[in-house]
């Protein structure tokens, strides 16, 4: 099963920009989650062609079951 947490951010333009980060730590802290956030904002190193990170959106661990099968 493979987990991302999802940081969603507003843009400056106030369009949505997205983050991801595979396998998080466990157990996720809500209130770590949000200082990064605002970090990241701070450092302004991310953009994005909706513009510059300008806002905390959500944060959302998402996760996903592959099921593969041998085609013979």
Do not use: C, H, W
């Amino acid at each position: 099963m493979a987990r991302v947490l999802e940081l969603n951010f507003v843009t400056d333009l106030g369009k949505p920009a997205r983050l991801t980060l595979d396998s998080p730590k466990e157990p996720i802290d809500p209130a770590v989650v949000k200082l990064a956030m605002e970090q990241i904002i701070a450092s302004s190193a991310f953009s994005s062609s909706n513009g510059n990170l300008a806002a905390v959106g959500k944060a959302r661990v998402v996760e996903r079951n592959v099921t593969e099968y041998e085609l013979v």
